[in-house]
T-cell receptor, first 112, second 115 residues
Framework: RKEVEQDPGPFNVPEGATVAFNCTYS??????FFWYRQDCRKEPKLLMS???SGNEDGRFTAQLNRASQYISLLIRDSKLSDSATYLC?????????????FGAGTRLAVHP | NAGVTQTPKFQVLKTGQSMTLQCAQD?????MSWYRQDPGMGLRLIHY???????DQGEVPNGYNVSRSTTEDFPLRLLSAAPSQTSVYFC??????????????FGQGTRLTVV
């Protein structure tokens, strides 16, 4: 079983739609959680960290459910520019190093 | 405002050749790492470093060597290239120990093909 699992998609949605991505992780001792965005043939970039109480950044809302080992990302009012692959990233407890475990990503395509 | 710089961006190697992927960061980050990204898989950690002179293996270290003689540079060496090493390679750097507010910054990637 992969340590971080995501639905690969693609999710094809019209502009203005609300779309949600889910991610599950296997290590219950995981410490920190993130969503990264990766445009086609580009490097990953941090979209947002995920806090235990849930957090929002504009049109993006991230939720964490530690009991179910589940992370979600909700995008409201989708824009064409949101088209990208969204990577769920988990940091297990492993000493002092920033060792990140990446999911394979969920691809989003927003169309006019 | 360079951030993390990787060279080359593209490379084709013949089986058995060796090469070095360069990575440099100008943010004075202690932590640097190399990942490979293959279709349908998440980024997988090859090697990492927690500071100059200190390196360790990640999830998929076989066939790769690293060194960290300065804070800024973290080259990745392919010892004897194999077709299985065809991939996109990313170098990343970060400060801190990976808490919720720690961001990893990535280079633009190196697309390597081994024929």
């Amino acid at each position: 079983r992969k340590e971080v699992e995501q639905d690969p998609g693609p999710f094809n949605v019209p502009e203005g739609a609300t779309v949600a991505f889910n991610c599950t992780y296997s290590n219950s001792a995981s410490q920190s959680f993130f969503w990264y965005r990766q445009d086609c043939r580009k490097e990953p970039k941090l979209l947002m960290s995920v806090y235990s109480s849930g957090n929002e950044d504009g049109r993006f809302t991230a939720q964490l459910n530690r009991a179910s080992q589940y992370i979600s990302l909700l995008i409201r009012d989708s824009k064409l520019s949101d088209s990208a692959t969204y990577l769920c990233v988990v940091k297990p407890i492993s000493g002092g190093y920033n060792k990140l475990i990446f999911g394979a990503g969920t691809r989003l395509a927003v169309h006019p | 405002n360079a951030g993390v710089t990787q060279t080359p961006k593209f490379q084709v190697l013949k089986t058995g050749q060796s090469m070095t992927l360069q990575c440099a960061q100008d943010m004075n980050h202690e932590y640097m790492s190399w990942y490979r990204q293959d279709p349908g898989m998440g980024l997988r950690l090859i090697h990492y470093s927690v500071g100059a002179g200190i390196t360790d293996q990640g999830e998929v270290p076989n066939g790769y060597n690293v060194s960290r003689s300065t804070t800024e540079d973290f080259p990745l060496r392919l010892l004897s290239a194999a077709p299985s090493q065809t991939s996109v390679y990313f170098c990343a750097s970060s400060s801190g120990t990976g808490g919720t507010n720690t961001e990893a910054f990535f280079g633009q990637g190196t697309r390597l093909t081994v024929v």
